[in-house]
C-alpha cells in the first residue's frame, strides 16, 4: 500500500524494534561492542557476518537514522556523518583524487567555498567553478578529468535555483553524477530522484534535525548511477564485492578512516526530527511567503525569495520543488543599515544557523563570507546590505509585526 509523503515520513524505515517492541530506536552510546567468541568477531571485520565491533565504523542508532532516511528519500542507502560539511567532503573524496576535477556551482555557502579551496584543491582536485543557473557552463567546464557536478538545490543566500534535470541529463551523457545539497529544499520540497539527481548531501543539522540542538550530515544514493562503468579506481575495486552499492561502501569506509562518525545520541534526535519535517517544513514555507509579500511591499528595501514572481527563476522554482522554501534574503541599502535592523530585532534572534523552528536572520558578508573576495561574495549572492533570514515556526503576524517595527525610520 501507498502512502502520502507526510505519512512516509513518519512510518517509512521506523519499523518497531523486533526484540522489544520499541517505536524509537534506542540510543547504543558506546564506543564498542563485544563478541563472546574471537571468531565471529574475526567474522565480523572481515565481512563474512553481521555485527558491530566500534562505533567509529557502525552503530545500531546511526543505522537506524540511515534506514529512515533512505526510505523517505526511496534511495539505495546512505551515510551518516558528523555534519554537512563532512556530507559534502566525503563524497567529493569518495569519487575524486589528486589530478580530477570537480564542475560545483559557485553560489555556495561560505563554508562549503572554503572546504572548495582549501581541503579538496589542497588534495590536488582542481575546482571549476560556474554559474549555478547556467547548464551550458556546466557543460562546458567538463573534461575527460570530471569526476562529479555539485550544486546547491537552492543557492545559499543567492536563492538562485538551478535546473536539475538538465544537469542530470549532462551527467548522465558524460558517466558522472549530479551531486546535488538539498539542505535548503529538505527531502520534503524536492523529489530528488524524479530530478535525475544520482547523490544527496544534507546538513541534517538544519530542517531535518529541526530544533537546532544538534548537528550532523549525511549522504544519500538515490540509485540513479551505475557505478559499474564509472571510471575511478576506488568505486571499481569496490564494484568487484558490492556491484550498485560501491559508491556507499567507500563512503563508507572514507567516513571510518577520516574519522567523520556522528555520535549516536545525535543521530537519536535526528531521528525524532524527522517525524515532524513534513509538518514543519509545511508552515515555515506559509509563514515564509506571507513575510516575503510584507517586504515586496516596502519601497526602501530589495526582497528575493523564490515564491514571488519577481524572483527571475520563479517557474523553475515551482516546476522543480513542491514549495519555495523557507529562506528570504533583502537588501537594506548599506551594512549600518542591517545592522540597525538586526539590533531592532526583538523576537527574531541574531544568528548563523538555520531550519530552526525559531526565525534567525544573520548578516553574512563579514561573518560567514567573511574571507571570500568581494567578487566571490557578490557571485554567490552575498551584497554588502544584505541580510538573509530563516523563517520560522512562530505565528506569521507575530515575524511581520517584529521586522515592521525594526525596519521603521529606514529609507
Known amino acids: 500500500m501507498s502512502y502520502q509523503q507526510e505519512t512516509n515520513f513518519i512510518h517509512q524505515g521506523a519499523d518497531p524494534d523486533p526484540s522489544?517492541?520499541?517505536?524509537?530506536?534506542?540510543?547504543?552510546?558506546?564506543?564498542?561492542?563485544?563478541?563472546?567468541?574471537?571468531?565471529?568477531?574475526?567474522?565480523?571485520?572481515?565481512?563474512?557476518?553481521?555485527?558491530?565491533y566500534y562505533s567509529r565504523v557502525s552503530n545500531p542508532t546511526i543505522d537506524a537514522l540511515e534506514k529512515r532516511i533512505t526510505g523517505i528519500e526511496q534511495a539505495i542507502g546512505s551515510v551518516v556523518v558528523s555534519s554537512g560539511m563532512a556530507a559534502i567532503a566525503n563524497t567529493v573524496l569518495s569519487l575524486a583524487t589528486s589530478g580530477d576535477t570537480i564542475v560545483v556551482g559557485k553560489s555556495l555557502f561560505g563554508s562549503t567555498y572554503y572546504l572548495f579551496e582549501g581541503l579538496i584543491e589542497d588534495s590536488g582536485i582542481t575546482v571549476k567553478f560556474v554559474d549555478s543557473a547556467n547548464s551550458v557552463e556546466f557543460e562546458n567546464a567538463i573534461d575527460n578529468k570530471t569526476k562529479l557536478i555539485f550544486v546547491e538545490a537552492i543557492g545559499n543566500p543567492k536563492l538562485d535555483i538551478p535546473d536539475l534535470k538538465k544537469l542530470s541529463?549532462?551527467?548522465?551523457?558524460?558517466?558522472?553524477p549530479l551531486v546535488v545539497d538539498s539542505t535548503f529544499a529538505t527531502p520534503y520540497l524536492l523529489d530528488a530522484k524524479s530530478c535525475g539527481v544520482h547523490?544527496?548531501?544534507?546538513?541534517?543539522?538544519?530542517?531535518?534535525?529541526?530544533?537546532?540542538?544538534?548537528?550532523?550530515?549525511?549522504?544519500?544514493?538515490?540509485g540513479l548511477m551505475n557505478w559499474k562503468s564509472y571510471q575511478t579506481k576506488k568505486i571499481q575495486e569496490a564494484?568487484?564485492?558490492?556491484?550498485?552499492?560501491?559508491?556507499?561502501?567507500?563512503a563508507k569506509k572514507v567516513r571510518s578512516n577520516a574519522g567523520s562518525s556522528q555520535s549516536p545520541f545525535n543521530a537519536y534526535l535526528t531521528s525524532l526530527g524527522i517525524d515532524t519535517l513534513a509538518l514543519?517544513?509545511?508552515?515555515?514555507?506559509?509563514?515564509?511567503?506571507?513575510?516575503?509579500?510584507f517586504?515586496?511591499?516596502?519601497?526602501?528595501?530589495?526582497?528575493?525569495?523564490?515564491?514571488?514572481?519577481?524572483?527571475?527563476?520563479?517557474?523553475?522554482?515551482?516546476?522543480?520543488?513542491?514549495?519555495?522554501?523557507?529562506?528570504i534574503t533583502l537588501r537594506i541599502g548599506s551594512k549600518e543599515k542591517a545592522f540597525k535592523v538586526l539590533k531592532k530585532l526583538k523576537l527574531v534572534h541574531n544568528l548563523v544557523n538555520l531550519g530552526d523552528a525559531k526565525t534567525v536572520a544573520v548578516y553574512p558578508a563579514t561573518t560567514i563570507y567573511r574571507n571570500l573576495t568581494e567578487k566571490q561574495r557578490e557571485e554567490a549572492g552575498v551584497y554588502p546590505d544584505l541580510i538573509r533570514i530563516s523563517v520560522g515556526l512562530e505565528h506569521p503576524s507575530d515575524i511581520i509585526a517584529d521586522f515592521k517595527q525594526a525596519l521603521e525610520g529606514l529609507s
Open 20 to 52: 522489544t517492541g520499541a517505536t524509537q530506536p534506542p540510543i547504543y552510546q558506546t564506543a564498542s561492542f563485544a563478541h563472546d567468541d574471537p571468531q565471529q568477531l574475526e567474522d565480523v571485520f572481515n565481512g563474512k557476518a553481521f555485527g558491530y
Open 169 to 176: 541529463d549532462i551527467a548522465n551523457k558524460q558517466g558522472i
Open 199 to 222: 547523490i544527496l548531501v544534507y546538513a541534517t543539522t538544519k530542517y531535518i534535525a529541526g530544533s537546532g540542538s544538534t548537528i550532523g550530515g549525511v549522504i544519500v544514493d538515490t
Open 239 to 250: 564494484s568487484k564485492q558490492y556491484g550498485q552499492f560501491s559508491f556507499l561502501s567507500v
Open 280 to 293: 514543519r517544513v509545511k508552515q515555515q514555507v506559509a509563514n515564509a511567503t506571507a513575510l516575503a509579500s
Open 295 to 327: 517586504f515586496e511591499e516596502q519601497a526602501a528595501i530589495k526582497v528575493n525569495y523564490p515564491g514571488l514572481t519577481s524572483h527571475p527563476q520563479h517557474n523553475l522554482a515551482k516546476q522543480q520543488l513542491k514549495g519555495f522554501g523557507t529562506i
